[in-house]
């Protein structure tokens, strides 16, 4: 698999979540840096040609797709795309962190609201129906 790509549709998937509602808050957006920096990077090891942690292209995507206003279900959907087309490169664990992060960033401000709440759902289902490793 492809790291710099895998953070990258991670990016999305944490700009779908702080964009479900509309809205981008600046506790959204601290709370993606707080988790790319304490929570990715002590877990990747992958670079890329100039040394930067693949981990931080996780925040390079969501600031990129916050310039361009994207769509948060598009973002959403290319992420699911992703894991569905790599799966074989997807483990259980990936599935935890990714479930575990998006969880996090939704509660970042004021905690999970309705439409984070049923985005996580539809996560959780879709992560649970990937076959890992096969």
């Known amino acids: ?41 002590p877990i990747e090891h992958h670079t890329d040609a100039v040394g930067t942690d693949a981990a931080y292209y996780t925040e390079i995507e969501f600031d990129f797709l916050d310039e361009q206003i994207a769509d948060a279900e598009t973002a959403f959907e290319s992420f699911i795309d992703f894991i569905e087309e790599h799966h074989t490169a997807f483990d259980e664990k990936m599935k935890k962190v990714c ?36």
Do not use: C, P, W
Not at 9 to 18: D, F, H, N, P, R
Not at 109 to 125: F, I, V
């Open 1 to 41: 698999m492809l790291y710099r790509e895998f953070y990258s549709e991670i990016g999305k998937l944490l700009y779908a979540v702080a964009d479900i509602d509309g809205v981008i808050t600046q506790q959204e957006k601290k709370k993606l840096q707080d988790i790319v920096k304490n929570e990715l990077v």
């Open 99 to 134: 479930l575990h992060i998006a969880k996090e960033l939704a509660a970042a401000y004021r905690g999970t609201n309705k439409k984070e709440t049923l985005l996580l759902k539809k996560l959780k289902q879709k992560l649970e129906t990937i076959e890992i490793g096969k």
